[in-house]
């Protein structure tokens, strides 16, 4: 029966063959069309000959016998019976016939066939573009777009790049370089995060503009953008300006609105406010479409307060909303609210909350955490609960692990460990929903800092039973404590937990280099002191920061200073404070600054490729924590030779334990080498420095340090303010210390138990018991615990008021007659 059938096939190809020539050569219509009545039998006989197993074997055979033509070669093609492999063979055997030559339409239409199933046939794709090419036709535009979209639909990035170059190589191909093929190619690559291919295509392009000339190959403003954010996210910052140059110099520029703002976000967020405020003063020139719209002042106020301008960006703010004919979104109010609560800046925070309530705009997660963030930080713990509860009861907004462990930290920093712990222990019952390894590695670095290491053990166990890391964070507080109880027995037990993790290999790699590094003999070129040279006075510390120069040098506008400026700008501006600042730009303005709202981190979690300096940080850590200052040179001594660049925390541990033994020069000579290296600096950097400089009994220049630093756009955080107090209080300055007090409360910021034993240690000393004693009280008012440091004081107190009763009291038996 199969032979049957096989010669039936084969019988009616060789009928339909004849019938089709015969009647091909004498019936036309008046038109000179052929009748399609032949070809549809003679399509049907090919597939069904294909459907059979080696029936392209039966085409062979009979070849000669079955005319072919493009109609017939489309068909064929177009037949839903067939799969893809026979459509193939079909094609193929139509190429080898003498008399029958491809057409553009038949190489189209087996290009979109194949494009179903490039994860199979990506070969066959190649091979076929190559055969168009070496039969000398050109691949149409849509087609090629066809091919390349295939290539990056299946991943296949490498592919889409070979057919780009055959394409580009090829002197026909150059009809194809037309933008509108690559842009929606581009906004793919993009999108899938493949930048350096999309990078790749786009230089490419505006290579092949230059050779073909008039600038006519230039990818749309929509692919360029998307391309800029690709680049943005991944952190390119060089390619992001390579490109920003690049289509700065082409002609007609392609960016449009949404490019400029992401230029403006990118360029401020690294710290080039120059060319980002160059850009917002040319979208204002251009007008029209390019005019600076809500997106991009929220990019602008994003960037102010990123480079620590708290001050410009409420004031431009406050322009936003009464001059610049735009209203502030959803969007605009997150920028505010996380600027103004990293920078302590809480009562700012809860105003502008309020105002967005008022408008009607409803706050989300992200809202409520950083607004809870600031207020625990600030002290505000009873205000933090409230608006917890108004969070998840009032106003229905889900709660998410980030904000239990912004809680559960917050608990810790305000002494209020039961109530963090017995929240963490709910939670877990909870599941894993509610927790994850931020929040065992907060509670485990609190246990680790009360001593409580076999807690913190079993917590780790715990935490790998369920499912979480252990990652270096956690390592590392684990190590500091067990060096500071000198259990090294415990180890292996530590090991024991991480040795399923990819942190193992690494670990144990560099604690051997290091161990080999460290019993060799320090370089007596690089000691201590040439190490972290300070040739200069201690004044000069002023002066280190000296990065940032702005248009009056000193980080922000006065209110008196505004006033002028707005009467010399355009009276019509709706912008006139931010024409101001793109207006003061010169070309010899230093883009960088010298404070950020970003603090220094021990570990900065970016996995292995970052795992020689998070260890250098971790036993930096180790050694500092017990005075170990030769150690800890040595190992950065060691890791600088290596190449590898510390960071703002790996300066600040390092300056801070100078300060902390005496060596003032030295802790210097570490700020000096830190400006030379990392800019910006942080909060915690500042700290030091005036701890240092109030140790010298220097209280006039840290709080010069003071007011350079709230100029430049910089905030104190509840740590600056004890040691300033502190400063001023032991340098008798008990005045300046008061006032510091009341813009401590001014600002939002809560004291705490350190800030109430600092004021009343200074007053009790200097004399000022009246005033030590309300301190006293205005700290039980407060609710806020003493602790053993408050009985010392209280003490000491106590012995004050009696040697002055006692005084009072030989004066007047002095004076009895």
Known sequence: ?????????????????TFRTRFTTTAKDSAGTKTVASDLLLVASIAKALQH???ILYLERNGECIPLSEDVVLQTLHRNSLDVSKKLD????????PDYKHSVETYSQMFKILSLRTHQHSNDIFELVSSMSNEGLVLSSSTFKLILDAFIRCDKFDSALQVLDYVGRNSNGARCLDPDIYNSVLVALARKNQIGVALSMFLKLLGSSSAVGNGIVIPDAMACNELLV????????DQFKQVFSKLRETSPYPLDRWGYNICIHAFGLWGDLVTALSLFKEMKEKGGSFYPDLCTYNSLIHVLFSLGKVNDALIVWEELKGSSGHEPDAYTYQILIQGCSKSYRTNDACKIFNEMQCNGIRAGTTVYNSLLNGLLKSRRLMEACNLFETMVDDDGVRASCWTYNILIDGLYRNGRDEAAYTMFCDLKRKGNEFVDGVTYGIVILQLCRDDRLEEAFQLVEEMVARGFVVDLVIVTSLLIALYKQGRWDWTERLMKHIRDGNLVPALLSWKSSMEVLLKGPQSKTRDLTPMFPSTNDVAEILNVSNVVVNMKGDGSLGSEDIDILYDENDSWSSSPYMDQLANSVTSDY???????????????????????????????????SKGKLSLACKLFEIFTDMGVSPITFTYNSIMSSFVKKGYFKAAWGVLHAMGETVSPRDVA??????????????????????????KEGGYLDIVMYNTLINALGKAGRIDDANKLFQQMKTSGIYPDVVTYNTLMEVHCKAGRLNEAYKFLKLMLDAGCAPNHVTDTILDFLGKEIEK????????????AP
């Open 590 to 624: 230093q883009p960088s600054q010298s404070f950020s709202l970003t603090r220094g981190v021990r570990v900065m979690a970016k996995g292995e490729d970052s795992f020689d300096i998070d260890m250098v940080n971790t036993y930096l850590s180790i050694f500092l």
């Open 53 to 55: 197993p080696g029936g």
């Open 90 to 97: 079909f094609f193929h055997w139509c190429s080898s016939r």
């Open 230 to 237: 690709g680049l943005k996210k991944a952190d390119m910052k």
């Open 804 to 815: 002055v009763r006692y005084q009072k009291a030989s004066i007047i038996r002095h004076d």
């Open 1 to 17: 029966m199969q032979h049957g059938r096989r010669g039936n096939t084969a019988n009616l190809l060789h009928y339909n063959a």
């Open 685 to 710: 950097t500042y700290n030091v420095i005036i701890q240092g400089l109030g140790k010298m009994g220097r209280a006039d220049l840290a709080n010069a340090v003071l007011d350079k630093l709230t």
